[in-house]
Structures are given as C-alpha cells and as structure tokens.
C-alpha cells in the first residue's frame, strides 16, 4: 500500500468540500479522479500532497511522492535548468543523478531547446512539461497529477502516457485528477468525486 486515505473531511466557512473521503492505492496502479470543477478535486490532492490539512480524517503515505498541481509554480525570470537546480537542492539529488534524470525527462518530452530560457519566454504547454519533470524528478513512488496534460500538444500527450506506463512498471502508484478522463482502459480504477463525495 502506497497510500491510504481514511475519512478525510475539509471544510471552507462551514462549507463541505470534502465528506468523509476514503480510498486507497496499490503499487504498480494508475487510478483516476474525476469530477467537475468545484467538486473538491483540487482540494483532496493538496491533502493528499501534504500543502493542506483536513479537518478531520487521516492519511498515510509510503515512499516519495511528487505532486504536479494544476497550476505550475514556477519562477518567471529564471531558466528551466535553474529550476531543476533548484528542486534537486529540495530532493537531495546529486549533481551526477540530477544530470542522468533531465537528461532523460528533456529528451522524452521534447524540450531541450529550451533548457537556458526564461520561464516567462515558454508557452503554457513548455510549462506543464517542466511541471511534471519537476514531479518526477526525484523518481516518486507515489504520482499524484492534478489536470496534468492541460496545454500538451498531441505528441506531448501520447509522451505523457508512455511514460506513466514506464512508471507503472516500476511500481509507482499514479493518481490522476481530471474534470475528464478520455483514456477509460488505461486505468486500474476510477473515483467520481461529486460534492465532496468519492465514488
């Protein structure tokens, strides 16, 4: 069991946003949350990742994780390898580890031209890329991908699952949160999480 999530409940000014949440996840799955906006789905990664608490309920992790939000934090006026410096300070990667692991991300998501660019001079979808490699940079045990393939291009988002598949494959559990899920057999399960209840 990578993760285990009991009776997680979150409320906004005595607003419900999440009931009594309860679900788990094996090594080696790929499960997929799906909900319209507004349905708490944000909220339950952001506990799941740790960025917030629930109010009451619990959640226990084993091994890793990385956490792709949504909305990619990122600094506007350094480049895409100053970023990668900089969290690999965050995970503890070595300088030589660090070099095998872009290496590789760079080369499978098809962004090494902009390697010395400035954030604020990519587009949203060379954003999202450097998004995920920064989730993956440390190699999780646990995924958790929050709209992960909002602004790929097609050959971007075959790439996406390519490597999902690698990951799954070496036994990390991928948890993916979307208002849609096109890519139904490509699942292990999927959740519907409808005002603030998991299905």
Not at 23 to 48: A, C, D, H, P
Not at 86 to 108: C, D, G, K, M, W
């Amino acid at each position: 069991m990578i993760l285990k999530l009991e009776n997680i409940s979150k409320s906004y000014a005595k607003k419900p946003v999440l009931k009594d949440v309860s679900f788990q996840l094996e090594e080696g799955t790929l499960t997929g949350i799906v909900g319209e906006n507004g349905s708490g789905k944000s909220t339950l990664m952001r506990i799941i990742a740790g960025d917030i608490s629930g109010n009451r309920g619990k959640v226990q992790k084993n091994g890793k994780t990385g956490y792709c939000p949504q909305e990619p934090i990122l600094f506007p006026e350094i480049t895409v390898q100053e970023h990668f410096r900089y969290f690999s300070a965050a995970y503890y990667i070595e300088p030589e580890v660090l070099n095998e692991r872009v290496e590789v991300l760079l080369e499978h998501f098809n962004y090494r031209k902009y390697y010395k660019t400035r954030i604020s001079k990519l587009s949203g979808g060379t954003r999202q890329k450097l998004n995920l490699s920064i989730a993956l940079l440390h190699e999780p045990e646990l995924l958790i991908l929050d709209e992960p393939y909002n602004g790929f291009d097609w050959d971007t988002y075959l790439k996406f699952w390519d490597y999902t598949k690698s990951l799954k494959e070496k036994g990390c559990a991928v948890l993916v949160v979307s208002h849609l899920i096109s890519e139904k057999k490509k699942f292990d399960r999927i959740y519907k999480l409808e005002n603030g209840i998991l299905r």
